[in-house]
């Protein structure tokens, strides 16, 4: 079985969440049934609100091609990288090795396509991802489009992001952010679905 190399960190929660989901979608019978995960927790990865939004700090792109490449060196033979945000720097982290990487924004829009063909896809998450268009090009791909949580207040942007502090919250989180896409469905908006961006815990640097 092909072992999956895990560029980890942003947060660490988040990570521990995303393998989680990996161990819960396996339906093993015996633990050598589930599928090998190298990890690189790096909770040190630079800031990437901080060089994307603020322009102030560094470049997360060479410890992200870093982490990867010491991923491969250790045996992994494919690639993950569970932060939204980060994709923004997917192209130097397949650059890097070569390795396949699994790309989590394309892949998601590809299922979101499965779903709500056509339609338009409410995305919950960072600040950065709608600076940078992280989840556009890939939803203009599948022929959906964007609709981000740009109202003011406690429950929009970063501040929404980081409401939640561990996967006990989550539920809660996640409910309440979709209070705020209801809203906007009551004022017209057509949405489709929810793509829920998740960050867990209050000091994360996504």
Do not use: W
């Amino acid at each position: 079985m092909r072992t999956v190399g895990v560029l980890g960190g942003m947060g660490p929660e988040a990570t521990i969440y995303f393998m989680q989901q990996v161990v819960a979608a396996v339906p093993a019978k015996d633990d050598a049934d589930h599928i090998p995960l190298l990890v690189d927790n790096n909770p040190q990865v630079p800031s990437r609100i901080k060089a994307i939004i603020e322009g102030t700090g560094e470049d997360p792109a060479p410890v992200l091609a870093q982490m990867a490449k010491r991923l491969v060196g250790a045996g992994a033979r494919a690639l993950v990288m569970p932060c939204n945000t980060a994709h923004y720097y997917a192209e130097e982290v397949r650059a890097a090795t070569d390795m396949p990487f699994l790309d989590m924004v394309s892949l998601s829009c590809r299922e979101a396509a499965q779903i709500a063909p056509n339609g338009k896809v409410g995305l919950l998450g960072s600040p950065a991802l709608q600076k940078v268009g992280v989840f556009d090009r890939p939803l203009a791909t599948e022929g959906l489009k964007p609709v981000y949580a740009t109202e003011p207040g406690p429950r929009s942007g970063h501040h929404s992001v980081h409401q939640g502090a561990g996967s006990v919250r989550i539920r809660g989180t996640y409910a309440y952010r979709c209070g705020s896409a209801d809203d906007r469905r009551r004022r017209g908006r057509d949405l489709h679905m929810l793509y829920g961006i998740f960050t867990f815990g209050p000091r994360n640097r996504r």
